[in-house]
């Protein structure tokens, strides 16, 4: 019966109560959200690269070194010799390196230069190895194999001609259509940026740019001297140098000996970093960004739990006629109490329900674009262990807030029996 009762209280105020479900719930979908895609992006970023002890550079900032070389967001300030790399590469504790060369493009997509090693050595997520869905790594100079997204949006397939262009904006003017590569392998799907890549030899990168000076092509300083596909394949097309590259030891104890020997590298001004020491680094950063978020959600969420209570506080006087009739067939003064009590916690609990859905269909909307752009997957599904407790927690914040109007039913329905015996 007391269900009922609120129930049918509720449906009576109806426009009252939905706006009140709704304020709840804009609250709750910007604290979930901002914990979900928090956790989300953590997990992301923490799993795109597993098993790499160092990351080498040319020396700038830290944090801006693990973005353009791991999760492909920016660019480098400089580049490094071969001969550096060749230098730490021979060093006694190193077993592998990935070099990489970034600069290039293809339809927005970043194109790696690199070595076979990558496909070898390059682990994600639990110590998970790269897999091919389709092909195999290039052996030729001008193969590309196709991260899975890549493949996936642009609908390519095997033994395709795709063209380079240069620069890594979305819209390039200057396109290597005298050098076309062909798809020679396609990755299989990891949920990072390795998706979002196409991946060619540090040959292959030379190549293209061999007949280029300062990032302009040498056709267009002087005629006549435009180098073809097949005359670069005669040419000496080991890379002057690199963007970075990734470094695996065999002992990890050698790790920060080794880090401090290349910032002191005295022939070239190099930086090695921890991976999960930036990361850290990085999210010490957004700590406070995500701390001012929360806390804005929270005045949101009690900001309509106020409004709540005004608005049961309110109508009061308007039930005083309700109170009386359900005091004149025998119910008690604690029944007011919980029936206030029972209201609230409906509005309460519809305001969670909506929020979350809300949430999730944000998600859905979100996902492919966070994707497209940082290459991170982000979980549509808002629900999680935290969350179910931060919902736990307003619903008590909630029921504690409502023993103000509820308290306030209780003392006029205890008035009204009061006032039925004299």
């Known amino acids: 019966m007391l269900y009922k009762?609120?129930?049918q209280s509720l449906l009576h105020r109806r426009t009252t109560a939905l706006l009140t479900i709704f304020s709840i719930a804009i609250g709750m979908m910007i604290m979930l959200s901002i914990h979900h895609i928090q956790q989300q992006t953590k997990q992301g970023f923490t799993n795109t690269l597993s098993e790499t002890d160092l990351i080498v550079g040319a020396r700038s900032g830290p944090i801006n070194l693990l973005l353009y070389s791991v999760f492909r967001i920016g660019s480098a300030s400089n580049n490094i010799s071969w001969d550096s790399y060749k230098t730490i590469k021979r060093h006694k504790n190193v077993r592998w390196t990935i070099p990489l060369s970034l600069g290039d493009s293809h339809q927005g997509y970043r194109v790696i230069g690199t070595s076979e090693d990558y496909f070898t050595y390059y682990r994600y997520g639990q110590k998970q190895?790269?897999?091919?869905?389709?092909?195999?790594?290039f052996s030729g100079?001008?193969?590309a194999v196709l991260g899975a997204e890549v493949a996936k949006k642009l609908g390519y397939t095997l033994d395709q001609k795709i063209v380079l262009s240069h620069g890594v904006a979305k819209v390039s003017f200057t396109h290597h259509d005298d050098k076309p590569f062909t798809v020679?392998?396609?990755?299989?799907p990891t949920g990072t940026p390795v998706d979002q890549s196409i991946h060619i030899s540090l040959a292959g990168m030379e190549a293209i740019h061999i007949d280029w000076q300062r990032g302009v092509p040498v056709a267009g300083i002087g005629s006549g001297l435009k180098i073809s596909a097949e005359e670069a394949l005669t040419k000496d097309l080991t890379p002057k140098n690199i963007t970075a590259f990734l470094v695996g030891l065999d002992n990890k104890m050698m790790t920060f000996r080794l880090q401090r020997a290349i910032n002191d590298y005295s022939k070239e001004a190099l930086?090695?970093?921890l991976p999960g020491v930036v990361l850290s680094e990085l999210w010490q950063i957004m700590g406070g960004v995500e701390k001012a978020l929360a806390f804005i959600a929270l005045l949101v969420i009690v900001a309509s739990l106020l409004g709540m209570v005004t608005m049961m506080l309110s109508t009061l006087q308007q039930r005083q006629r309700e109170l009386a009739v359900l005091r004149a067939i025998g119910a008690p003064p604690w029944f007011m109490f919980c029936l206030i009590q029972l209201e609230v916690l409906l509005l309460t609990l519809a305001g969670l329900i909506a929020g979350t859905l809300l949430l999730w269909?944000?998600?859905?909307?979100?996902?492919?674009?966070?994707?497209?752009?940082?290459?991170?997957?982000i979980e549509s599904n808002p629900i999680s262990y935290t969350n179910l407790l931060y919902g736990s927690g307003i619903l008590g914040i909630a029921l504690l807030m409502a023993c103000i109007p509820a308290f306030a039913a209780y003392r006029q329905s205890l008035g009204q029996g009061l006032t039925a015996r004299a």
């Open 184 to 188: 020679v392998g396609i990755l299989a």
């Open 271 to 273: 930086m090695a970093v």
């Open 141 to 143: 100079v001008y193969d």
């Open 5 to 7: 009762l609120a129930w």
């Open 129 to 137: 190895a790269l897999a091919f869905a389709e092909g195999q790594p």
């Open 361 to 377: 269909l944000g998600m859905l909307v979100a996902q492919p674009i966070i994707q497209d752009n940082y290459g991170l997957l």
